[in-house]
């Protein structure tokens, strides 16, 4: 039988884990943003110091050392900031999605197996 106070309570269930993805929603946003706004300066000072190490060199050998040396950095740092960033947005799907376990288990039909 359909009761009143059962509806009511299961729609401020579904309202809290709603406010409460969204408040995850927002703060993984703003991680993600802060750091892909660290990988850029950080690319960016990098590439400005290249530059000012290459127009230095007198010779053509030490300018390949310096075009290697910036090209091996660049490739790790592009990595290893691609796994981080990679890995706040696997933690963001999952933190916002946790306030919706226990409802979808709640209309999830137990397994007949």
Known sequence: MFKM?????????????AVASAKTLSTGVQALATAYGDYSKKSFEDTKSYVEKLAGVKSLDKAIEVQTEFAKSAYETFVAESQKIGELYSDLAKQTYKPFEGLVSKFTPPSTH
């Open 5 to 17: 106070e059962d509806f009511q309570q299961q729609s401020k269930e579904q309202m809290d884990a």
